[in-house]
């Protein structure tokens, strides 16, 4: 093939899936457009005090009505695939009962411009925005609310399985369980660590009874996925309470979805870490079992690692907890401790040896197990130089950090078969609202006009090379 390879000294495999990822209530905006339904994020975001400045994605990118440019955007760039999400509410309002066809043609739309530019679609069922409807009658701590998503994902499948080459059941379930109704910084904003727990189980049977809808609709040959946010956590000092402080956040951050997922059992850890919050008699049998339904690749999104020591009576004196914690039984007994060095907007570390770190994990324990980093990013602010570019030079830092890391771990043996820059374009940032830009292009949302920053030319070129060049 006619790519430039001169110079390029880190090259990927030839097959690599190189792409951009967004999510639905992100970036479409036409929150009340053709029949789409209220979901918990409208609901959340329309409540004072929950996100900053009162953002909602009532407009968001406007991507709803400008699908034709941002997918020439991404054509410009080069990428071979491209991860975006089905807004659940515009796709079947009620949450139960019939599709909305004019929902569904939106992503007739979206997916038709992609396979014409030659970009793979690659879609994620359920990205945060479950219709109100199903959370009013209880949401995720509710089993029935796993059912209602499995017959979503036959829906969906039915009715774009064939111009769909990946799917994912569910975008990091940990944020919807823990974030959702564990601290509630994230819709609907409940708390309680066993809501949480139950809202976890039910996320993980959903997955399960999705993957089996999915396969019963899809042609052979798709390719059926699940994304986790795993978390990178190290021991602040190498003695045994710190070691078991990781046991902890490993077992309620990471675990809890891996075993059921890929050995059809919860960790026995946890169950007893946890039995002063819950009996777990939620679970009934066979529900692990589901869970283990076999899917094609594990997708993975990093954006940087924890430190954790034990906590002692002497740190809740210096630091009572005082908001809603994610870590439900684990709270009482793990100390964060902050990580030196570089962060970016979020305040979040720059350290791409967690991603490493995490890669030759799953290498490791599920070593038949292909992987995509289905998101990889991060936030900064941009500035715009006197030519008028776009520039965020701190954004490649960070990217080549990471690429540089996923190349490492593909030398030693880590199955990396693909990589999802987060995120194609600014957009709303949940919580954080409209105030972190994660976008290679800049979106000016008053005008809404799309400019790519330097990083996104940086990115076509490491596509266009296959690789990193010194
Ligand atoms: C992803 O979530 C989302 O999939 C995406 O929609 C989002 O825009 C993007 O990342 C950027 O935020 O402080 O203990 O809660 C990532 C969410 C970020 C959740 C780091 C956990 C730190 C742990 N994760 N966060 S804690």
């Known amino acids: 093939d006619a790519r430039p390879r001169t110079g390029t000294t880190l090259r990927f495999p030839e097959a690599f899936r190189w792409g951009t990822a967004t999510a639905a209530y992100q970036i479409e905006g036409a929150a009340g457009e053709d029949g ?83 970009i793979r679609p690659v879609a994620t069922l359920y990205h945060w925005d479950l219709p109100q409807a199903l959370e009013d009658a209880g949401g995720w701590p509710e089993r029935e609310t796993a059912y209602r998503f499995a017959d979503y994902a036959a829906l969906a499948a039915d009715a774009l399985g064939d111009r769909v080459a990946t799917w994912t059941t569910l975008n990091e379930p940990w944020c919807s369980a823990f974030l959702g109704y564990g601290s509630g910084v994230h819709a609907p904003g409940r708390t309680g660590d066993a809501d949480a727990l139950r809202a976890a189980h039910h996320l993980n049977l959903a997955h399960g009874l999705g993957v089996r809808a999915l396969r019963a609709a899809l042609p052979a040959g798709a390719e059926v996925s699940l994304t986790l946010n795993l978390h990178a956590v190290r021991p602040h000092t190498d003695t045994p309470q710190d070691r078991d402080a990781v046991r902890r956040i490993d077992a309620v951050g990471n675990r809890i979805f891996l075993d059921p997922v890929f050995r059809g059992s919860l960790p026995d850890d946890l169950v007893r870490d946890t039995a002063d919050v819950t009996d777990w008699s939620f679970v009934r049998d066979g529900d692990c079992a589901a869970a283990a339904e076999p899917i094609d690749s594990l997708g993975l999104n990093y954006y940087s690692p924890a430190a954790v020591a034990a906590r002692t009576p002497a740190d809740d004196d210096a630091a009572p907890s005082g908001s809603p914690s994610p870590w439900a039984g684990a709270e009482r007994h793990v100390r964060f401790v902050p990580l030196s060095g570089p962060r970016t907007a979020m305040d979040w570390p720059v350290d791409a040896a967690g991603l490493y770190e995490l890669l030759l994990r799953l290498r490791d324990e599920l070593p038949h197990v292909p992987l995509l980093i289905t998101e990889n990013g991060a936030a900064y602010e941009d500035y715009a130089d006197p030519s008028g570019e776009v520039k965020d030079p701190e954004r490649v830092a960070y990217l080549r950090a990471h690429l540089e890391a996923v190349h490492r771990a593909i030398g030693a043996g880590a199955d990396v078969r693909g990589y999802f820059l987060w995120s194609l374009l600014d957009n709303f940032e949940w919580a954080y609202g409209y105030s972190k830009r994660f976008g290679i292009v800049h979106v000016d949302f008053p005008t809404q006009r799309r400019t790519p920053k330097s990083s996104a030319r940086w990115y076509a070129d490491v596509i266009a090379r296959g690789g990193l060049t010194a």
């Open 36 to 118: 789409r339904s209220p979901s918990i994020w409208d609901t959340f975001s329309r409540t004072p005090g929950k996100v900053r400045n009162g953002d909602t994605g009532d407009t968001a990118a406007d991507h709803y009505h400008r699908v034709d440019e941002d997918v020439a955007l991404m054509r410009s760039l080069g990428v071979t695939d491209y991860r975006f999400s089905l807004a659940w509410p515009r796709v079947q309002p009620a949450g139960r009962g019939p599709a909305a066809r004019k929902g569904l043609d939106f992503y007739r739309r979206l997916t038709d411009r992609l396979r014409e530019a030659g």
